[in-house]
Every structure is written in structure tokens, then in C-alpha cells.
């Protein structure tokens, strides 16, 4: 054992004495057996010196690297002035009870994970049975946002549209991918930097169209660093699986164990139960736990940050829990739907699966922020989305982003371009069945179920406005389609509203926006031809 001398020799007299700077005579330490209480950590008795010095914590585990991690408090019950040793050599602080351990060396950086011995000795070589500490480093190398089973509970899967920026390729998210990845920083470990500072949490990746990983394999815990968002629906509670860091830097700059070296017997660290509902237990380096949240999310759709507390407690000698000092706060973006998405699965034409991809809910995120889960509501703000995207132009005459196969208006299938909206690839213009199938898949991708309703045929429109024009007209239609999440009871027309003021075929006009439309009265605003609905169908994704 070493003295604590080196840098503060806390020579101290009494329960709760004065702590000295002056360094007593080099006195050996007597080994004591383990005798009283269990966890008193009480010496035996002498005839002449009384009481032998009593060190006592408790708390006994502490990460000085943790946010808001305060020293341990280390009580000293003596009737004689007595001097603190430890192995290794650590610093302490005198305090009101006796003296703090900081968990730092003497000068001033953090101690490597492993245990840290103190004991206090008199001037007559009496000494308090030694009382152990553990340093440890705690944290989460990767948290995976999920549900009782992946996919399920409330929790959507999603995926980015291309593998790269060039190359269209559906890349799921795995189930069992983090969302959150702390990684390795320029060499360090996967809990702190090479220069032995805590790792920064990962920043959200603003990369929506491919994962933050490239064209690779998707990585798991602790491979890769990157935050991406995950997809629940509004007001279901989320499950979490997280993975506890497996190293740290140590106090000689290399890689070591989180929890000190196994060889050392590492304390038993468990992740405290006040932030879970259940699944809170043993927090072991590398051996994933799956936890329910004790909360459930908004009601309410767009975007969220959902952020989630840690704290810790180590078994102490006696058996109980205590709190280890400090807690850390993780932050995740969120995409609150309204319901589990209702895309068509195109997987076996060559289309995309039934998932969401991440560019559309993020671009539908700002649009939906803070609407009520109410199908309409939805309906109504992507309609606005679409309607008055800077993007879209209505034109009768331009097929751009659908394509379909059959008869024209009674095709076998129609796909949109969803690619290559988001990309812009073709332009501002659409006409009313890309800009329907664009609506039906927006709306299928939040979890509201529609159908592209089409209606013909040949017949002249009332006054309408298309999207994007801001210029009344009229066209010669061989079919108009639109969306319905009703079988046609109601309609939503993202592509041209109509005149509202009760002669819709002369100007002037009073712009009414095709929201939520019983279908009697919008055939009555788009045409005095005599029209019905032809043909209905669901549109795949490309």
C-alpha cells in the first residue's frame, strides 16, 4: 500500500475531526480480520488505544466520468488522529464526515476501472480494516428503439430508399440494428476517446435517403457512431434494448475493461428500475437488456425527441442496493404515426416492400406536427403538404412518377415513382394520378388507409385551381382520380381545388380546397356532366 501523502495526507482526529496537511511519522499497517457487523467494516478491539479507527461508504461504486457524479463520502469514526493509505494511490478530499473519494489520482485524471483500497492508521500502527471501493466506467454503446418484439407494440419498422446517393435500393433498418450507436472515437474504446474523456453521444444522422453506414453490412452495437430516428405510433410505449459499453480509456491512455479486469471480481452494477416499467437488471458489458419505458409517447403525430434517463445502484458488502453517483440522459428522434402503416407490398413485381422510408416521414414530420390521431386531421394535412409543395404543379397532360399496367384507368397496377419525386428527378409537374398515388402513399406511410379513387369518363370541368398554378380553368377530362379513406363516401383531391361559391362553372371564384368532400357534392363542383367512380385500387411504391 501507498501513502496518500503524495498529494493530500488527511490526517484526521475524531468523528468527523479537522483534517491536518502535516504528514505523521511512517507508521507500518496492521492487517486486521474481518469481525462485527457484516459491511460495518469494524476492526477488532484494543485494551489501550481504544476503538480502532472505522472507515465507512455507503456508496462504494462510482464512475467520475458519469454526468453529475459527485464524490463518495467516506465517514472516519477514531479517537485518535489517523492517516489514510490507499492502493493505488488516490486522491482525497477532506469533508465535513471524514473525506470524499473523487475516483481521480493525484493528478487530477480519472483512475482506471478496478478496485481502489483505503485504510486509516493510527500513530501507535493500528490500523481499521481496510475499506474497498470500486472505480467503474458506465454507459450505453448502442440502444436499439424497438417493441416486446421487433415490429410490434407500437414500434414501426422503416427504411431508407437507396443504398447510396446514387444507387435506388430499399435498405431496411435490421431488426436488431441500434438506432443509436455510440462506435469507437479515434481509437479509444466504446465509452470514451483516445485522450480518456467521455465519448460524445452520436449526432442524428441529417442523412435520409441512405443509412449512415454506406453500402456495408448494417453494424451492431457500439460499431458504427450514428443517431438515427426510429417510427412508433402516437401514444404507444416504447420498448428499448440497450447495450452496456464493454471498455474504457484507462488512466495509461489504452482500452481496459468497463467494470476493471474480470480477474479483479468487478462489483455487481445493475441498471436502477425508476425510468422502466420493467426489465431493468444486471448491467453487464456487452450482454444487451430489453426494457419497457414507464412512459407512453404523444398523442400526437410529427416529430418527437424522446429522451431517456440512466441510472445505476451497486451491491454493497451488507447486500443492499445504493445509487451510484450521477445519471445520463440520451436523446432519440422520433416519427409518431398515426397508425402501423398500410403500403401495399410490391416485393413480388419488383417493387418496394410495405415499409415507410425515412425521407418521407421526415419530409411529412413538419406537416403533421402536432395533429390530433384522427384520420381526417392526417388527410387534411398531407393534402396541404401536397397542395402547396413548392414541388408540385398541377398538369393534366404530364404522366410524370406513375406508371401502370393494363387498361388505362382500369389497370392491373399502378406504381409511383417515389424515388424520383423525392429526388426531383422529373420535375414539378403531375397530373391527378401521380399526385392521387403520391397521397395515398403519404398517407399509407403514417398508418391511414385510402384508396385512389377514379372517376370518368370524358366529361368538362367546373373552375378549378391546380396545385401550384394559382390560375382558375378549365379542362376536358377523359378521368379525374382522387383519394378516399371511405370507399368513396368522402374525397381528398391534393391536385385542383374547386370553386365553392355556388356557380362553379363562372368566375369569379371562391377557392374551396377538396378536403374530406362528400362525393355528391364534389362531382356537383367538378362537372355538370353526369360522372361516377369507374374503377378504385391501392398504389405500390417504386
Given at each position: ?444 406511410s403514417v398508418g391511414v388507409a385510402t384508396d385512389q379513387i377514379i372517376l370518368g369518363h370524358d366529361f368538362r370541368t367546373n373552375l378549378l385551381q391546380g396545385a401550384g ?74
Amino acid at each position: 500500500m501507498t501513502r496518500l501523502g503524495g498529494v493530500l495526507m488527511a490526517v484526521l482526529s475524531g468523528c468527523g475531526g479537522a483534517a491536518s496537511l502535516e504528514e505523521p511519522e511512517p507508521s507500518s499497517v496492521a492487517q486486521t480480520t474481518e469481525e462485527g457487523t457484516e459491511g460495518s467494516n469494524t476492526g477488532r478491539d484494543t485494551d489501550d488505544a481504544g476503538a480502532l479507527p472505522v472507515l465507512s461508504a455507503s456508496v462504494r461504486v462510482l464512475d467520475p466520468k458519469l454526468p453529475g457524479a459527485t464524490p463518495l463520502e467516506i465517514g472516519l469514526q477514531a479517537d485518535c488522529e489517523a492517516t489514510i493509505v490507499s492502493e493505488p494511490q488516490v486522491e482525497l478530499v477532506p469533508s465535513a464526515t471524514g473525506v470524499s473519494f473523487t475516483g481521480l489520482a493525484p493528478d487530477g485524471g480519472p483512475l482506471s476501472p478496478g478496485p481502489v483500497t483505503l485504510t486509516a492508521t493510527c500513530p501507535d500502527g493500528s490500523a481499521s480494516m481496510p475499506l474497498a471501493l470500486w472505480v467503474v466506467r458506465l454507459g450505453a454503446a448502442g440502444i436499439d428503439l424497438t417493441g416486446p418484439v421487433e415490429g410490434t407494440g407500437g414500434h414501426v419498422s422503416i427504411a431508407w430508399h437507396k443504398q447510396d446517393a446514387w444507387t435506388s435500393q430499399v435498405q431496411p433498418l435490421w431488426d436488431g440494428t441500434p438506432e443509436w450507436s455510440r462506435g469507437v472515437v479515434d481509437g479509444g474504446a466504446d465509452l470514451d476517446a483516445r485522450d480518456g474523456s467521455p465519448a460524445s453521444h452520436p449526432t442524428v444522422s441529417a442523412e435520409t435517403h441512405s443509412p449512415p453506414w454506406g453500402d456495408g453490412p448494417a453494424p451492431s452495437a457500439g460499431q458504427g457512431r450514428y443517431s438515427v430516428p426510429a417510427a412508433y405510433i402516437s401514444g404507444t410505449t416504447p420498448w428499448v434494448v440497450v447495450t452496456p459499453g464493454v471498455s474504457a480509456v484507462g488512466a495509461d491512455g489504452t482500452p481496459v475493461p468497463a467494470l476493471g479486469a474480470a480477474e479483479e471480481g468487478s462489483p455487481e452494477v445493475r441498471l436502477a428500475a425508476d425510468s422502466w416499467a420493467s426489465g431493468a437488471g444486471a448491467w453487464v458489458p456487452g450482454e444487451s437488456l430489453v426494457l419497457e419505458h414507464s412512459e407512453s409517447l404523444p398523442e400526437q403525430l410529427g416529430h418527437h425527441t424522446l429522451e431517456l434517463t440512466w441510472r445505476w445502484e451497486a451491491r454493497a458488502p451488507g447486500g443492499e442496493w445504493a445509487p451510484v453517483p450521477g445519471e445520463e440522459t440520451t436523446s432519440h428522434p422520433l416519427y409518431l404515426l398515426y397508425d402501423a402503416p398500410t403500403l401495399a407490398d410490391g416485393t413480388g413485381h419488383g417493387d418496394a416492400p410495405p415499409l415507410p422510408w425515412f425521407a418521407t416521414l421526415d419530409e411529412l414530420s413538419t406537416a403533421l406536427e402536432g395533429v390530433e390521431p384522427d384520420p381526417h386531421a392526417v388527410l387534411d394535412a398531407i393534402h396541404g403538404y401536397i397542395h402547396y409543395h413548392p414541388r408540385v404543379i398541377y398538369n393534366p397532360s404530364i404522366r410524370a412518377y406513375s406508371s401502370y399496367e393494363g387498361e388505362y384507368v382500369y389497370w392491373d397496377r399502378i406504381t409511383f415513382d417515389l424515388t424520383s419525386w423525392l429526388d426531383g428527378a422529373e420535375g414539378p409537374e403531375l397530373y391527378c394520378h401521380s399526385t392521387s398515388c403520391l397521397f395515398h402513399v403519404l398517407a399509407g406511410s403514417v398508418g391511414v388507409a385510402t384508396d385512389q379513387i377514379i372517376l370518368g369518363h370524358d366529361f368538362r370541368t367546373n373552375l378549378l385551381q391546380g396545385a401550384g398554378t394559382g390560375v382558375w380553368d378549365t379542362w376536358w377530362f377523359y378521368s379525374h382520380s382522387v383519394v378516399s379513406p371511405d370507399l368513396g363516401a368522402t374525397l381528398w383531391d391534393a391536385a385542383a381545388s374547386s370553386d365553392g361559391d355556388g356557380d362553379p362553372g363562372a368566375l369569379p371564384a371562391d377557392f374551396s380546397p377538396n378536403t374530406g368532400v362528400p362525393l355528391e357534392d364534389y362531382l356537383a363542383a367538378l362537372t355538370d356532366y353526369p360522372i361516377e367512380i369507374v374503377s378504385w385500387n391501392g398504389c405500390f411504391v417504386r
